[in-house]
């Protein structure tokens, strides 16, 4: 009746390509984490060095300057995610136009 | 020893903690109340209950992600601690080189350690001395940032493992002893408890993990623990006979097949003095729980590496130490419960 880690690795969600998909889910959303971890000890360094005021990365008001940079950055974000479905040459061509 | 990781290490590990947090204490919750309000009256045999939950629970997230985030982390625990050690392998020598522990360390090079043991245990690369980092990374970072957040086998989510070895250390029957072996110690977790439950008794720790017991004789330094370390296959020590009055194991029969496990209580048989008390602490046995943990536990066997943990949980221990020639044989879960599950006998005089 023995076990262990049998050769062929155990299937979770009934399918190993979900399996694989949802692997790869843990491990950004892993990898968000160690980034996000990253950005709050960056924060606690410059406060403690004087080179930002506590809570001031919070508070921070985009200048019209800024905003529109967030802006394009977002939108950008969101196209390349999202359209991630669209064909390929869908794909190039929204690439070569930004 | 208090390790100091990189920013990306520490942050990688503690999200694995995180992790198998929430999916132990949120999402197992959820499926264990899911599988509750539709069987109410569950079967008891074990291959009935592992249908009937995987049955019913075939189409709930909470289960499937569960078994697969558990599954997860137990791999990502390997793939994340052993860079995280290496990376402070100049300092782990460091540290091991100075200290003075009070208590010797005797490895024999040509142990051979029985078959079994070179399994992938844990689902750890290589098994339990498959990287020379192997102990320090279990024992520090993997317990640090895993285990104590987020549980494991018979352990759920929020429990202290050290609380529960220092528990089952108390439960020996005698107030104290001269002569303690602990039979397969690991770096010595259980050891610690020992000692600090016996302060007086000369305590011998055996052990087959080189990295494990090189690693524990320098922990035991830094606690000021007087422990002896052998290392030897726990069904075949070379020390004397009755040579203790207390033979002690924590969750170590389920990490051995059944057959290893019969030659581990003739040992302990062989090593006490008459009069001499046995103390084994493991996970209880299936019909001790509930349908739906048992299913949870009797999944470690093919999903976590834990190849005997079946075996184990269904064998007879209290007939085998009869038969081993044992005597006043008691088996209870501490303060009631389940976990620890305490087995003790003796030795007739």
Known sequence: MAG??????????????????????????????????????????????????????????????????????????????????????????????? | MDIELSQRSRAALQFLGATQSFSGGVLQKNAAAEYDSLVPQPPLPLDERKTSVETTLADSSAWCFDRLLTRW???????????????????????????????????????????????????APGGWDGHELTGPAIHELIFKYILTPGGVGAVQTGENLNDQRSLAAREAREDSYDRIVELGSGPGRFTHALRRSYPDAKLTAVELSTTSLVYGHALAGEAGYDIDWVQADAASTGLADESADLVAAYTLMHEVPTADNELILAEAFRLLAPGGDLLISEVAPYNMHTAFRAVVLDWETENRGEPFWRD??????????????????????????????????????
């Not at chain 1, 299937?11 to 843990?26: H, I, K, P, T």
């Not at chain 2, 003075?100 to 490895?107: K, V």
């Not at chain 2, 221990?317 to 419960?337: K, Q």
């Open chain 2, 312 to 349: 184990a949980l269904l064998m007879d221990l209290p007939g085998m130490l009869t038969r081993a020639g044992f005597t006043e044989i008691e088996a209870y879960g501490i303060g009631g419960g389940v976990h620890p599950w305490v087995t003790r006998a003796r030795k007739p005089r």
């Open chain 1, 4 to 98: 262990g880690d049998v050769p062929v690795r155990p299937n979770y969600l009934g399918d190993a390509r979900l399996d694989d998909v949802a692997r790869m889910v843990f491990e950004l959303t892993s990898e968000l984490w160690v980034l996000k971890d990253r950005t709050i000890m960056l924060e606690a360094l410059l406060v403690e060095h004087g080179v930002v005021a506590a809570g001031a990365v919070d508070a921070l008001q985009p200048t019209p300057e800024l905003s529109q940079t967030l802006l394009a950055e977002r939108k950008a974000l969101v196209a390349r995610v999202y359209g991630a479905v669209l064909d390929s040459d869908s794909r190039a061509a929204a690439a070569l136009a930004r």
């Open chain 2, 73 to 123: 982390v137990a791999e990502e625990a390997y793939v994340r601690a052993l860079p995280a050690v290496e990376e402070v392998g100049d300092e782990l020598a460091a540290w091991t080189a100075a200290q003075t522990p009070a208590g010797t360390l005797t490895l024999d090079p040509d142990v051979v350690a029985p078959q079994y043991w070179e399994n992938g245990f844990h689902l």
